[in-house]
């Protein structure tokens, strides 16, 4: 699925330089700009690091999608990311995403295989 | 979301003994009763024990699912499921996977939610 297709013409796009945190593990901010409750993004340009205590998780490329797990669950950040460079996002709200799980199963599905993927790797990783 | 009414009046349950396998990790192997792909399952009745290389990941109840993952990403089975007690499954194959995504939007968002839930965990336990 492609979701650079998806989110190209989202009208509040967010622009983060290298560097700069996009949000912290913990944190449990909500952003008035998107309206209530957390968002996920989608990475339009640049590269988003993932990371927790100091050591990379992940690293985004474009049309790959971060905080999903807040989104879905409403508990605090489970990680920190980072724009490893500079950066333009697409930040997708509850009521958009539960707008777009309905309109788009498809969408749905390709959320749910990223979670498994991400779980695939990190049980590897535990049970190593 | 109580998987339980989703699934009570499922037509197809299957019944395991306390110590049987239902499906081992590495498995790729499709299942012809319920169609071809992997199956998730619906614990209707008993317990689940999820392991790898002989540890217990999770323990399932009655109203949870697993197996999702080789579901969504069709890749073999990532752990190992055994019945802890006599117990009784629903399977849910590819087809009425997706009919119930598209059909009931939050069944949708509920598999994500459980695919969070266990990526946080494994995420903790992977960098403890």
Do not use: W
Not at 20 to 27: L, V
Not at 97 to 119: C, K
């Amino acid at each position: 699925m492609d979701l650079l297709q998806l989110f190209r013409h989202a009208e509040d796009t967010q622009t983060f330089t290298a560097g700069q945190t996009i949000f912290d593990a913990g944190d449990t901010q909500r952003v008035p700009a998107s309206g209530p409750g957390a968002v996920m993004y989608d990475v339009l340009q640049g590269e988003v690091e993932i990371s927790l205590n100091n050591k990379t998780i992940e690293t985004l490329a474009p049309g790959e999608i971060f905080g999903e797990l807040s989104l879905v669950d409403q508990s605090p950040r489970s990680a920190t990311a980072t724009a490893k460079t500079d950066c333009l996002l697409a930040p997708v709200n509850e009521r958009r995403f539960l707008f777009m799980v309905q309109e788009t199963p498809y969408f749905a599905i390709h959320v749910m295989s990223v979670l498994a993927a991400r779980l695939r790797r990190r049980t590897e990783e535990a049970l190593r």
